[in-house]
């Protein structure tokens, strides 16, 4: 197998969706890579064109409403040239000294997959407080021996068509890269809280699923002494159960973890993630309520009960 000169041998796959204003800067930081595949929810702005403008593969998924998302749709589908995979959204850079580190790790050999840690900018601001940092994800590896995993939220309406949170399952050897990627959305606050509307439904289901004992097999488990995202499992198994999280997230953020230090935006910020929980909280009630099921018709529920006493008058009345 060739690669053109000073291409690296990755494929980066990028999922994408209405990511016009994202995406230049998104697609500069990987043309070092030997490809990169754009996978489309059928986007109503210039994502397609610009994707092509950069040389990059455009790919359109059809979401059955269920099972794949679309990662794991990709890594099942797509005809990658390349062992490796390196998955980028497209509010991420991946920096020169990050690349460097990923082409050295790739001639190694002694991974089958490696964490990236995350610097995310809100505000045009490094939020590097409040538990923000570090971020690992695990987002390089071998396509054919990882997979996302699945949390059974499909069944949760409006949480979009991409894994977010999931976490990549991979049957190998992990290491941890020294570089971050950089996370930086030039879009509005607006955009930021049209997404976490969808993010509160999946995050409601995950706590429904955690409350009610849910198997958790084909996951990447919850684990105090596994890796940095397992102990965040086991420790989401005990913070779904506490009270008044809304006030304690904004607590743990701003005073215990230090988000202060991060200025006005920090502050932003933390209230924020607070009202993202009141969020997850309600919707949690509403899945409680009925059953597991969110947007539950009230006046269906309402006329269904009032046909059910109707039934029963009339019975009464035979009698």
Request: net charge neutral; hydrophobic share 35%; proline share 4%.
């Given at each position: 197998?060739?690669?053109?000169p000073?291409?690296i041998?990755?494929?980066v796959?990028?999922p ?9 800067a998104c697609l500069e930081?990987v043309?070092?890579?030997d ?7 059928q ?6 064109e610009i994707?092509?403008q950069?040389?990059?593969k455009?790919?359109?998924f059809?979401?059955?409403g269920?099972?794949?998302k679309?990662k794991?749709w990709?890594?099942?589908?797509l ?5 490796w995979v390196?998955i980028?959204d497209c509010?991420?850079r991946?920096t020169p000294?990050l690349?460097?580190?990923?082409d050295?790790?790739?001639?190694n050999?002694?991974?089958d997959?490696c964490f990236?840690?995350r ?6 601001k ?5 538990g923000?940092?570090p ?8 396509h ?6 699945n949390?059974?939220t499909e069944?949760?309406?409006?949480t979009?068509?991409?894994?977010v949170?999931?976490?990549v ?7 941890y ?5 950089l996370?930086i959305?030039?879009?509005d ?9 969808r993010?509160?439904?999946w995050e ?11 198997d958790e ?10 890796n940095?995202?397992?102990?965040k ?5 005990i913070?779904v ?7 304690l997230?904004?607590?743990l ?6 988000g202060?230090l991060?200025?006005e ?7 924020l993630l607070?009202?993202y929980e009141?969020?997850i ?5 509403e ?5 597991g099921?969110?947007n539950v018709?009230?006046n269906s ?9 109707t039934?029963?008058?009339t019975v009464?009345l035979?009698?």
């Amino acid at each position: 197998m060739t690669h053109p000169p000073s291409k690296i041998p990755v494929s980066v796959l990028i999922p994408a969706k209405n990511e016009e204003l994202n995406l230049p800067a998104c697609l500069e930081s990987v043309a070092v890579a030997d490809e990169v595949f754009i996978v489309d929810s059928q986007s109503e702005d210039r994502s397609g064109e610009i994707a092509e403008q950069y040389g990059a593969k455009v790919v359109q998924f059809h979401f059955n409403g269920s099972w794949p998302k679309k990662k794991n749709w990709s890594l099942d589908n797509l005809p990658f040239r390349n062992e490796w995979v390196l998955i980028v959204d497209c509010d991420e850079r991946i920096t020169p000294e990050l690349w460097s580190e990923i082409d050295t790790v790739i001639k190694n050999g002694e991974y089958d997959g490696c964490f990236l840690n995350r610097k995310v900018f809100f505000l045009g601001k490094w939020i590097r407080f409040g538990g923000k940092y570090p971020d690992w994800n695990l987002r390089l590896f071998k396509h054919k021996l990882g997979r996302y995993e699945n949390l059974s939220t499909e069944d949760i309406p409006n949480t979009g068509d991409n894994e977010v949170h999931e976490h990549v399952v991979l049957n190998g050897k992990v290491g941890y890269l020294k570089e971050d990627m950089l996370h930086i959305d030039f879009r509005d606050i607006y955009q930021w809280l049209a997404r976490h509307n969808r993010y509160s439904n999946w995050e409601a289901r995950v706590y429904y699923n955690l409350l009610t004992g849910k198997d958790e097999s084909g996951t990447i488990g919850a684990n105090l002494f596994g890796n940095a995202v397992q102990r965040k499992r086991f420790l989401k198994k005990i913070w779904v159960r506490l009270p008044l999280k809304p006030l304690l997230r904004f607590i743990l953020f701003y005073f215990i973890r230090l988000g202060f230090l991060d200025g006005e935006a920090g502050y932003i910020y933390g209230r924020l993630l607070s009202q993202y929980e009141y969020q997850i909280g309600v919707k949690l009630y509403e899945l409680r309520k009925f059953g597991g099921k969110l947007n539950v018709n009230a006046n269906s529920s309402n006329q269904a009960t009032a046909k059910t006493t109707t039934i029963t008058e009339t019975v009464q009345l035979q009698k």
